[in-house]
């Protein structure tokens, strides 16, 4: 069993720190929440004062943080793993930022003498704390075969994708069937509830016939009952968005359902539901309902 360690232990982090010890993994965490690194300490796992004495105790550190910019600090900063990580270490970076940012961790990574894995997880953070979803990896292919029985820990399947920010790309690709997938569920349960229709009887029905997909399954359920516990919060969806448009951008490729979806998104982001899970869409469908 490895020491592994965990820098973010938010809704995602907090299920990959959870997963690790359910595997027997020793897990050394950090978070600027005291109150999440509490949690872990709970489950066992070991609390650590900064995210570079996480690199110090832990053979290799998953990096599971909010936005772009913490990623760069955490990771590139004056007091970040690279400047701070003893040699041989590798950094597992499997947050949701822009494939550009992961191939200069990558090259940054690799300039100092340390491995490198480009490894977001595609699923919710309820997913992964029952160990569904999957992660797509990108990076040097030995290195994924060193540290793939610890991400198959964490989820069981574990994919090699190709380089440094390839599996990136393809965890943007998966994101934005994520934001399609979810508001369509809340179009098509908005259209079911107004026609007087029994919600729970339609999911079941949905859930097996051919309109049924896994967004369905997961957020069906939060919006028939129009209650929206965060397993991936809407104002932070909203950057995985943006990410997936400037994506599109640089390959060429047309989105034009992302774009009516992102408004809706945007339309329930600015009517204060930002905390909530993304399938408050539905909210913004509501609105335009009444229009």
């Known amino acids: 069993m490895a020491t592994v360690g965990v820098v973010g232990l938010g809704l995602l982090g907090g299920a990959v720190a959870a997963r690790l010890r359910a595997g027997g993994h020793v897990v050394v965490g950090y978070d600027v929440v005291a109150e999440k690194v509490q949690a872990l300490v709970e489950l066992g796992g070991r609390a650590a004062p900064t995210a570079d004495a996480v690199a110090k105790a832990a053979e290799a550190v998953c990096v599971v943080l909010p936005s772009l910019a913490s990623v760069d600090e955490v990771v590139l900063g004056p007091r970040g793993l690279v400047a701070l990580s003893p040699p041989g270490r590798t950094i597992i970076q499997m947050s949701t930022i822009s494939p550009a940012l992961t191939e200069r961790l990558a090259r940054e990574v690799a300039a100092k003498g340390l491995a490198f894995l ?16 999957i992660v797509f990896v990108g990076g040097e292919r030995r290195v994924f075969d060193r540290w793939r029985p610890v991400l198959e820990t964490i989820l069981p399947r574990a994919v090699f994708i190709g380089q440094a920010g390839q599996a990136m790309v393809l965890k943007l690709v998966a994101n934005l069937l994520v934001a399609l997938h979810s508001a369509a569920a809340g179009e098509a349960l908005l259209m079911a509830r107004r026609a007087g229709l029994d919600l729970e009887l339609v999911l079941d029905v949905l859930s097996r016939s051919a309109a049924t997909s896994r967004m369905l399954e997961v957020r069906g359920p939060l919006i ?3 209650e929206f516990p965060p397993q991936m919060k809407l ?11 400037e994506a599109a951008r640089e390959v060429g490729a047309p989105l034009p359902l992302t774009d009516v979806a992102e408004r809706l998104y945007a339309a329930a982001l600015a009517a204060g539901h930002g905390g909530a899970d993304l399938s408050v869409v539905v909210k913004a469908l509501e609105g335009l309902g009444r229009i």
Request: glycine share 14%; proline share 3%.
């Open 224 to 226: 028939a009952r129009g």
């Open 235 to 245: 104002d932070l969806f909203m950057k995985d968005l943006h990410l997936i448009q």
């Open 118 to 133: 480009d490894a977001p997880i595609s699923g919710t953070s309820a997913m992964v704390a029952h160990g569904e979803g």
